[in-house]
């Protein structure tokens, strides 16, 4: 079983970036398609990209898709996520997780990390 663990995320004035990144460890992160979620208060988890085992196939939201750069270091069992021109409504916490099957949906991905905040300040 894949344990997942995020870090990188705090606080950010709009406009600025972050760059999140997911460590995997216990399992086969570099055959595994991964993905990151986010989720704000009082709203249901949302898809914000996933990226194929290779590397060859990548997803964004429509929200975030020229904003959002997410890509993978096999060698290091690493998943990131670059976030740039950071806006307040990209306030939420950041999931990362191992995509079970082909769909955007959170019942597609599976085990969660913990998180990590994501603040963006106006």
């Known amino acids: 079983q894949v344990q997942l663990v995020e870090s990188g995320g705090g606080l950010v004035q709009a406009g600025g970036s972050l760059r999140l990144s997911c460590s995997a460890s216990?399992?086969?992160?570099?055959?595994?398609?991964m993905g990151w979620f986010r989720q704000a208060p009082g709203k249901e988890r949302e898809f914000v990209a996933a990226?194929?085992?290779?590397?060859?196939?990548?997803e964004y939201a429509d929200s975030v898709k020229g904003r959002f750069t997410v890509s993978r270091d096999n060698a290091k069992n690493t998943l990131y996520l670059q976030m740039n021109s950071l806006k307040p409504e990209d306030t939420a916490v950041y999931y990362c997780?191992?995509?079970?099957?082909?769909?955007?949906?959170?019942?597609?991905?599976?085990?969660w990390g913990q998180g990590t905040q994501v603040t963006v300040s106006s």
């Open positions: 997780a191992r995509q079970i099957v082909g769909a955007r949906s959170p019942s597609a991905f599976g085990p």
């Open positions: 216990g399992g086969i992160f570099s055959i595994s398609g």
């Open positions: 990226i194929s085992w290779n590397g060859g196939r990548i």
